[in-house]
Protein backbone atom coordinates (compact mmCIF):
# COMPACT_ATOMS: atom_id res chain seq x y z
CA UNK A 1 0.00 0.00 0.00
CA UNK A 2 1.26 3.59 -0.58
CA UNK A 3 0.15 6.21 1.78
CA UNK A 4 0.58 10.35 1.04
CA UNK A 5 0.55 12.66 3.30
CA UNK A 6 -0.06 16.63 1.99
CA UNK A 7 1.52 18.77 4.76
CA UNK A 8 3.86 16.23 5.63
CA UNK A 9 5.64 19.04 6.66
CA UNK A 10 3.47 19.35 9.93
CA UNK A 11 4.72 19.05 13.58
CA UNK A 12 2.12 16.93 13.67
CA UNK A 13 3.84 14.26 11.63
CA UNK A 14 5.83 12.59 13.65
CA UNK A 15 2.92 11.80 15.68
CA UNK A 16 1.48 10.39 12.76
CA UNK A 17 4.56 8.59 11.58
CA UNK A 18 5.05 7.23 15.12
CA UNK A 19 1.17 5.39 14.44
CA UNK A 20 1.81 4.05 11.25
CA UNK A 21 5.20 2.57 11.99
CA UNK A 22 3.34 0.33 14.84
CA UNK A 23 1.12 -0.72 12.26
CA UNK A 24 2.99 -1.10 9.25
CA UNK A 25 2.30 -4.83 9.13
CA UNK A 26 -1.41 -4.40 9.15
CA UNK A 27 -1.06 -2.15 7.02
CA UNK A 28 1.04 -3.78 4.36
CA UNK A 29 2.34 -0.32 4.07
CA UNK A 30 4.98 -0.55 1.36
CA UNK A 31 5.28 3.47 0.34
CA UNK A 32 5.00 6.31 2.87
CA UNK A 33 5.02 9.60 0.94
CA UNK A 34 5.20 13.07 2.48
CA UNK A 35 4.20 15.84 0.41
CA UNK A 36 4.86 19.78 1.52
CA UNK A 37 5.77 22.99 -0.05
CA UNK A 38 8.04 24.34 2.55
CA UNK A 39 11.69 22.97 1.51
CA UNK A 40 12.58 23.51 5.01
CA UNK A 41 9.73 21.80 6.60
CA UNK A 42 9.88 19.09 3.97
CA UNK A 43 13.78 18.70 5.48
CA UNK A 44 13.35 18.79 9.06
CA UNK A 45 10.34 16.56 9.27
CA UNK A 46 11.49 14.17 6.91
CA UNK A 47 15.04 13.96 8.26
CA UNK A 48 12.90 13.04 11.92
CA UNK A 49 10.28 10.76 9.72
CA UNK A 50 13.13 8.82 8.36
CA UNK A 51 14.72 8.13 11.47
CA UNK A 52 12.11 6.88 13.15
CA UNK A 53 10.96 4.27 10.73
CA UNK A 54 14.53 2.87 10.88
CA UNK A 55 14.61 2.69 14.41
CA UNK A 56 10.95 1.09 14.15
CA UNK A 57 12.61 -1.34 11.66
CA UNK A 58 10.27 -0.27 8.56
CA UNK A 59 11.87 -1.82 5.38
CA UNK A 60 9.55 0.02 2.75
CA UNK A 61 10.23 3.51 0.66
CA UNK A 62 10.07 7.03 2.13
CA UNK A 63 9.82 9.66 -0.38
CA UNK A 64 10.27 13.41 0.51
CA UNK A 65 8.58 15.51 -2.03
CA UNK A 66 7.38 19.04 -3.51
CA UNK A 67 6.15 17.38 -6.10
CA UNK A 68 1.90 16.74 -6.07
CA UNK A 69 1.81 14.38 -8.68
CA UNK A 70 4.90 12.08 -7.19
CA UNK A 71 2.94 12.00 -3.92
CA UNK A 72 -0.61 11.40 -5.82
CA UNK A 73 0.58 8.71 -8.37
CA UNK A 74 -0.75 5.03 -6.71
CA UNK A 75 -1.80 6.11 -3.52
CA UNK A 76 -4.42 4.11 -1.75
CA UNK A 77 -4.68 6.62 0.65
CA UNK A 78 -4.11 10.30 0.99
CA UNK A 79 -4.40 11.88 4.47
CA UNK A 80 -4.74 16.08 4.05
CA UNK A 81 -3.45 18.03 6.86
CA UNK A 82 -2.21 21.44 5.49
CA UNK A 83 -2.50 24.94 6.80
CA UNK A 84 -3.05 27.55 3.83
CA UNK A 85 -1.14 30.44 5.28
CA UNK A 86 0.63 28.95 8.12
CA UNK A 87 0.43 30.18 11.96
CA UNK A 88 0.36 33.91 9.98
CA UNK A 89 -3.45 33.07 8.69
CA UNK A 90 -4.27 31.49 11.68
CA UNK A 91 -3.53 34.31 13.96
CA UNK A 92 -5.58 36.24 11.68
CA UNK A 93 -7.95 34.21 12.19
CA UNK A 94 -7.62 34.48 15.75
CA UNK A 95 -7.53 38.42 15.75
CA UNK A 96 -9.52 39.46 13.08
CA UNK A 97 -12.87 38.84 15.10
CA UNK A 98 -11.79 39.98 18.31
CA UNK A 99 -11.68 43.60 16.94
CA UNK A 100 -14.98 43.46 15.61
CA UNK A 101 -16.09 41.87 19.11
CA UNK A 102 -16.34 38.44 18.42
CA UNK A 103 -14.87 35.16 19.60
CA UNK A 104 -11.81 34.52 18.16
CA UNK A 105 -10.82 30.70 17.04
CA UNK A 106 -9.01 29.07 14.16
CA UNK A 107 -12.21 26.65 13.53
CA UNK A 108 -15.32 28.06 14.89
CA UNK A 109 -17.15 31.14 13.87
CA UNK A 110 -15.81 34.08 11.91
CA UNK A 111 -11.64 32.31 12.55
CA UNK A 112 -13.14 28.98 11.23
CA UNK A 113 -14.82 31.04 7.59
CA UNK A 114 -11.52 32.50 7.12
CA UNK A 115 -9.81 29.11 7.20
CA UNK A 116 -12.66 27.95 5.02
CA UNK A 117 -12.28 30.23 2.65
CA UNK A 118 -9.03 29.53 1.96
CA UNK A 119 -8.74 25.87 2.70
CA UNK A 120 -11.43 24.65 0.55
CA UNK A 121 -10.26 25.50 -2.74
CA UNK A 122 -6.89 24.27 -2.11
CA UNK A 123 -7.87 21.00 -1.14
CA UNK A 124 -10.62 20.35 -4.16
CA UNK A 125 -7.56 21.11 -6.42
CA UNK A 126 -5.85 18.44 -4.80
CA UNK A 127 -8.36 16.07 -4.59
CA UNK A 128 -9.05 16.60 -8.50
CA UNK A 129 -5.92 16.10 -9.44
CA UNK A 130 -5.99 12.31 -6.99
CA UNK A 131 -8.82 11.12 -8.81
CA UNK A 132 -6.75 11.68 -12.25
CA UNK A 133 -3.58 9.32 -10.32
CA UNK A 134 -4.34 7.94 -7.00
CA UNK A 135 -5.72 4.40 -6.94
CA UNK A 136 -9.12 3.76 -8.53
CA UNK A 137 -10.42 3.27 -5.06
CA UNK A 138 -8.06 5.82 -3.01
CA UNK A 139 -9.55 7.44 0.12
CA UNK A 140 -9.38 10.76 1.11
CA UNK A 141 -8.99 11.20 4.38
CA UNK A 142 -9.23 14.64 5.94
CA UNK A 143 -7.68 15.88 9.31
CA UNK A 144 -7.48 19.78 7.66
CA UNK A 145 -9.74 22.48 9.88
CA UNK A 146 -12.50 23.29 9.61
CA UNK A 147 -12.99 19.62 9.14
CA UNK A 148 -16.65 19.36 8.43
CA UNK A 149 -16.40 22.19 6.08
CA UNK A 150 -13.78 20.50 4.16
CA UNK A 151 -15.50 17.03 3.85
CA UNK A 152 -18.74 18.72 2.75
CA UNK A 153 -16.62 20.27 -0.11
CA UNK A 154 -14.72 17.02 -0.77
CA UNK A 155 -18.25 15.07 -0.56
CA UNK A 156 -20.14 17.49 -2.69
CA UNK A 157 -17.44 17.48 -5.56
CA UNK A 158 -18.11 13.41 -5.86
CA UNK A 159 -14.92 12.19 -3.80
CA UNK A 160 -14.47 9.69 -1.95
CA UNK A 161 -13.45 11.13 1.51
CA UNK A 162 -14.17 10.57 5.60
CA UNK A 163 -13.37 13.64 8.11
CA UNK A 164 -11.48 13.03 11.14
CA UNK A 165 -10.88 15.01 14.43
CA UNK A 166 -9.13 13.60 17.50
CA UNK A 167 -11.97 14.71 19.52
CA UNK A 168 -13.40 11.53 20.20
CA UNK A 169 -10.34 9.32 20.88
CA UNK A 170 -9.21 11.79 22.87
CA UNK A 171 -12.19 11.70 25.33
CA UNK A 172 -11.88 8.06 24.94
CA UNK A 173 -8.67 7.90 26.54
CA UNK A 174 -9.58 10.65 28.95
CA UNK A 175 -12.38 8.30 30.42
CA UNK A 176 -10.58 4.17 29.93
CA UNK A 177 -8.54 5.52 33.49
CA UNK A 178 -11.17 6.94 35.43
CA UNK A 179 -12.92 3.74 35.12
CA UNK A 180 -9.94 1.65 35.34
CA UNK A 181 -10.54 -0.41 31.56
CA UNK A 182 -8.40 -0.37 28.67
CA UNK A 183 -9.49 2.51 25.93
CA UNK A 184 -10.60 -0.45 23.19
CA UNK A 185 -13.11 -1.36 25.28
CA UNK A 186 -14.95 2.12 26.04
CA UNK A 187 -17.22 3.24 23.04
CA UNK A 188 -17.72 6.96 22.70
CA UNK A 189 -21.10 7.70 21.31
CA UNK A 190 -20.23 11.44 20.25
CA UNK A 191 -23.10 13.26 18.29
CA UNK A 192 -23.02 16.28 16.22
CA UNK A 193 -21.22 18.51 13.82
CA UNK A 194 -17.26 18.41 14.10
CA UNK A 195 -16.59 20.72 17.07
CA UNK A 196 -20.26 20.66 18.09
CA UNK A 197 -20.38 17.32 19.19
CA UNK A 198 -21.83 16.11 22.76
CA UNK A 199 -21.22 12.64 24.15
CA UNK A 200 -24.58 10.85 24.90
CA UNK A 201 -23.18 7.68 26.22
CA UNK A 202 -20.07 5.80 27.21
CA UNK A 203 -20.33 2.22 26.09
CA UNK A 204 -18.10 -0.50 28.00
CA UNK A 205 -18.71 -3.76 26.71
CA UNK A 206 -21.93 -2.63 25.70
CA UNK A 207 -23.47 -1.00 28.67
CA UNK A 208 -23.86 2.59 28.88
CA UNK A 209 -22.18 4.01 32.07
CA UNK A 210 -21.81 7.91 31.20
CA UNK A 211 -24.70 8.01 34.18
CA UNK A 212 -22.41 6.83 36.82
CA UNK A 213 -19.28 8.51 34.60
CA UNK A 214 -21.02 12.15 35.60
CA UNK A 215 -21.64 10.99 39.15
CA UNK A 216 -18.57 9.55 40.38
CA UNK A 217 -16.15 12.07 37.74
CA UNK A 218 -18.11 14.84 36.54
CA UNK A 219 -15.33 17.44 38.18
CA UNK A 220 -12.92 16.24 35.94
CA UNK A 221 -15.11 15.74 33.02
CA UNK A 222 -16.33 19.49 33.57
CA UNK A 223 -12.73 20.56 33.94
CA UNK A 224 -11.70 18.98 30.99
CA UNK A 225 -14.72 20.76 28.89
CA UNK A 226 -14.31 24.24 30.26
CA UNK A 227 -17.74 24.46 31.57
CA UNK A 228 -19.29 23.22 34.79
CA UNK A 229 -20.44 20.63 36.17
CA UNK A 230 -24.02 21.19 36.43
CA UNK A 231 -24.74 21.96 32.42
CA UNK A 232 -23.28 18.14 31.81
CA UNK A 233 -25.62 17.03 34.65
CA UNK A 234 -28.24 18.74 33.21
CA UNK A 235 -28.08 17.98 29.48
CA UNK A 236 -26.91 14.41 30.61
CA UNK A 237 -24.48 14.64 28.38
CA UNK A 238 -21.13 15.46 27.88
CA UNK A 239 -19.92 18.57 25.45
CA UNK A 240 -16.96 18.77 23.58
CA UNK A 241 -14.56 21.59 24.90
CA UNK A 242 -15.61 23.38 21.95
CA UNK A 243 -19.26 23.85 23.27
CA UNK A 244 -17.66 26.33 25.64
CA UNK A 245 -17.54 28.96 22.74
CA UNK A 246 -21.26 29.11 22.79
CA UNK A 247 -22.02 28.46 26.39
CA UNK A 248 -19.38 30.50 27.92
CA UNK A 249 -19.55 33.31 24.90
CA UNK A 250 -18.38 36.09 27.16
CA UNK A 251 -16.45 35.18 29.41
CA UNK A 252 -14.46 33.36 26.76
CA UNK A 253 -14.35 36.64 24.64
CA UNK A 254 -13.57 38.55 27.46
CA UNK A 255 -10.52 36.44 27.89
CA UNK A 256 -9.49 36.29 24.97
CA UNK A 257 -8.74 40.27 24.55
CA UNK A 258 -6.65 40.77 27.31
CA UNK A 259 -4.84 37.11 26.76
CA UNK A 260 -2.06 35.76 24.40
CA UNK A 261 -3.52 34.54 21.19
CA UNK A 262 -3.06 30.51 20.63
CA UNK A 263 -1.44 30.81 17.57
CA UNK A 264 0.80 32.93 18.80
CA UNK A 265 2.07 30.16 21.60
CA UNK A 266 1.60 27.55 18.82
CA UNK A 267 4.11 29.46 16.38
CA UNK A 268 6.28 29.12 19.80
CA UNK A 269 6.28 25.97 19.95
CA UNK A 270 6.26 24.83 16.84
CA UNK A 271 9.58 26.74 16.21
CA UNK A 272 10.89 24.49 19.14
CA UNK A 273 9.81 21.28 17.59
CA UNK A 274 11.84 21.44 14.39
CA UNK A 275 14.23 22.50 16.35
CA UNK A 276 14.43 19.68 18.26
CA UNK A 277 13.20 17.83 15.13
CA UNK A 278 16.54 18.94 13.64
CA UNK A 279 18.89 16.77 16.32
CA UNK A 280 20.41 14.09 14.13
CA UNK A 281 20.06 11.67 17.34
CA UNK A 282 16.17 12.26 17.64
CA UNK A 283 14.25 9.00 16.80
CA UNK A 284 10.91 9.33 18.48
CA UNK A 285 8.46 11.94 19.12
CA UNK A 286 9.58 14.61 21.42
CA UNK A 287 7.75 15.47 24.86
CA UNK A 288 6.85 18.66 23.84
CA UNK A 289 4.79 17.51 20.74
CA UNK A 290 1.86 16.83 23.58
CA UNK A 291 1.23 20.70 23.99
CA UNK A 292 0.69 21.68 20.32
CA UNK A 293 -2.53 19.54 20.52
CA UNK A 294 -3.72 17.02 18.22
CA UNK A 295 -3.10 14.28 20.88
CA UNK A 296 -3.94 10.90 19.52
CA UNK A 297 -3.72 11.71 16.35
CA UNK A 298 -1.86 8.84 15.21
CA UNK A 299 -3.81 6.76 16.72
CA UNK A 300 -7.07 7.88 15.27
CA UNK A 301 -5.51 8.00 11.84
CA UNK A 302 -3.95 4.55 11.43
CA UNK A 303 -7.08 3.22 12.91
CA UNK A 304 -9.14 4.34 10.66
CA UNK A 305 -6.66 3.49 7.70
CA UNK A 306 -6.12 0.37 8.81
CA UNK A 307 -9.88 -0.07 9.31
CA UNK A 308 -10.79 1.04 5.62
CA UNK A 309 -7.65 -1.22 4.33
CA UNK A 310 -8.81 -3.95 6.08
CA UNK A 311 -12.62 -4.21 6.35
CA UNK A 312 -12.63 -5.21 9.44
CA UNK A 313 -15.69 -3.38 10.65
CA UNK A 314 -15.13 -1.74 14.11
CA UNK A 315 -16.57 1.65 14.73
CA UNK A 316 -14.91 4.76 15.04
CA UNK A 317 -16.74 8.74 15.11
CA UNK A 318 -15.86 10.19 11.91
CA UNK A 319 -17.58 13.28 9.52
CA UNK A 320 -19.86 11.38 7.10
CA UNK A 321 -22.89 12.70 4.86
CA UNK A 322 -25.93 12.95 7.87
CA UNK A 323 -28.30 10.45 5.15
CA UNK A 324 -31.06 10.54 8.00
CA UNK A 325 -28.90 9.61 10.61
CA UNK A 326 -29.73 12.61 12.82
CA UNK A 327 -32.96 13.92 12.36
CA UNK A 328 -33.67 17.56 11.66
CA UNK A 329 -30.87 18.12 9.74
CA UNK A 330 -30.49 17.66 5.42
CA UNK A 331 -29.53 14.14 3.92
CA UNK A 332 -26.35 16.22 2.50
CA UNK A 333 -25.22 18.04 5.99
CA UNK A 334 -21.91 15.84 7.26
CA UNK A 335 -22.42 14.84 10.79
CA UNK A 336 -19.62 13.34 13.11
CA UNK A 337 -21.23 10.29 14.67
CA UNK A 338 -19.70 6.71 15.47
CA UNK A 339 -19.74 4.41 12.44
CA UNK A 340 -18.92 1.18 11.43
CA UNK A 341 -16.02 1.28 9.45
CA UNK A 342 -15.17 -1.78 6.40
CA UNK A 343 -13.68 -1.53 3.10
CA UNK A 344 -16.80 -0.24 1.55
CA UNK A 345 -16.40 2.73 3.65
CA UNK A 346 -18.20 4.24 7.06
CA UNK A 347 -21.77 3.28 7.72
CA UNK A 348 -23.35 5.50 10.36
CA UNK A 349 -24.73 4.35 13.45
CA UNK A 350 -28.33 4.74 13.85
CA UNK A 351 -28.91 7.35 16.40
CA UNK A 352 -31.66 8.78 18.39
CA UNK A 353 -32.99 12.20 17.67
CA UNK A 354 -31.10 14.75 19.02
CA UNK A 355 -33.06 16.87 22.41
CA UNK A 356 -34.01 20.59 21.14
CA UNK A 357 -31.49 21.62 22.91
CA UNK A 358 -28.65 19.86 21.07
CA UNK A 359 -30.40 20.14 17.76
CA UNK A 360 -31.41 23.74 17.53
CA UNK A 361 -27.77 24.35 17.99
CA UNK A 362 -26.79 21.91 15.19
CA UNK A 363 -29.21 22.81 12.89
CA UNK A 364 -27.91 26.67 12.96
CA UNK A 365 -24.43 26.00 12.71
CA UNK A 366 -24.81 23.46 9.90
CA UNK A 367 -26.71 26.15 7.86
CA UNK A 368 -23.58 28.47 8.15
CA UNK A 369 -21.46 25.52 7.00
CA UNK A 370 -23.51 24.75 3.80
CA UNK A 371 -23.59 28.53 2.95
CA UNK A 372 -19.46 28.88 4.07
CA UNK A 373 -19.16 25.56 1.24
CA UNK A 374 -20.77 27.46 -1.10
CA UNK A 375 -18.92 30.81 -0.48
CA UNK A 376 -15.21 29.25 -0.62
CA UNK A 377 -15.82 27.79 -4.05
CA UNK A 378 -17.77 30.51 -5.93
CA UNK A 379 -16.03 33.27 -4.48
CA UNK A 380 -19.43 35.23 -3.70
CA UNK A 381 -19.06 37.85 -1.04
CA UNK A 382 -22.22 37.86 -0.53
CA UNK A 383 -22.46 33.97 0.19
CA UNK A 384 -19.33 35.37 3.23
CA UNK A 385 -22.20 38.27 4.20
CA UNK A 386 -24.91 35.04 4.87
CA UNK A 387 -22.62 32.61 6.36
CA UNK A 388 -21.69 35.03 8.92
CA UNK A 389 -24.95 36.40 9.97
CA UNK A 390 -25.87 32.70 9.79
CA UNK A 391 -23.31 32.07 12.94
CA UNK A 392 -24.87 31.94 16.40
CA UNK A 393 -21.18 33.32 17.05
CA UNK A 394 -22.10 36.34 15.17
CA UNK A 395 -24.98 37.08 13.37
CA UNK A 396 -25.16 40.99 13.87
CA UNK A 397 -25.24 43.27 10.81
CA UNK A 398 -22.25 44.94 11.96
CA UNK A 399 -19.92 42.74 12.88
CA UNK A 400 -21.07 40.88 9.78
CA UNK A 401 -19.94 43.56 7.38
CA UNK A 402 -16.71 44.69 8.86
CA UNK A 403 -15.96 41.00 9.06
CA UNK A 404 -16.55 40.73 5.71
CA UNK A 405 -14.51 43.13 4.79
CA UNK A 406 -11.87 42.25 7.03
CA UNK A 407 -11.60 38.60 5.98
CA UNK A 408 -11.21 38.92 2.47
CA UNK A 409 -9.43 41.85 2.96
CA UNK A 410 -6.39 40.22 5.00
CA UNK A 411 -6.81 37.10 3.29
CA UNK A 412 -6.81 38.52 -0.24
CA UNK A 413 -3.10 36.79 -0.71
CA UNK A 414 -4.81 33.23 -0.76
CA UNK A 415 -8.28 33.95 -1.62
CA UNK A 416 -7.96 34.46 -5.19
CA UNK A 417 -11.76 33.13 -5.92
CA UNK A 418 -12.41 36.78 -4.51
CA UNK A 419 -10.39 38.77 -7.06
CA UNK A 420 -12.36 41.51 -8.92
CA UNK A 421 -13.25 39.82 -12.54
CA UNK A 422 -12.37 42.04 -15.36
CA UNK A 423 -15.17 43.54 -17.38
CA UNK A 424 -15.17 42.97 -20.86
CA UNK A 425 -16.83 45.14 -23.65
Given at each position: MKLAVIGGGSTYTPE???????????????????????????????????????????????????????????????????????????????????????????????????????????????????????????????????????????????????????????????????????PQRVLVDQVGLNHLTWVRAVHVDRRDVLPELLADHGDELAESADLPRDLLERLGAIPSYYLHYFYKHDQVLDAQRTGKPRAAEVAEIERELLELYRDPTLTTKPKLLEQRGGAYYSDAATQLVASLATGNGDVQVVDVRNNGTLEGLADDDVVEVPARIDAAGPAPIDQRPLAPELLGLVQHVAAYERLAVQAAVTGDRDLVYKALLAHPLIGQVPQVEALTESLLAEGREHLPQFAPREVTA
Open positions: LVAGLAQERERLDLRQLVLHDIDAERREVVGGLAARMLSAAGYDGELAVTDDLDEALEGASFVLIQLRVGGQTARLSDETIPLACGCIGQETTGAGGLGKALRTVPVVLQIAERARELAASDAWIVDFTNPVGIVVRGLLDAGHRAVGLCNVAIGLQRQIAPLLGVE
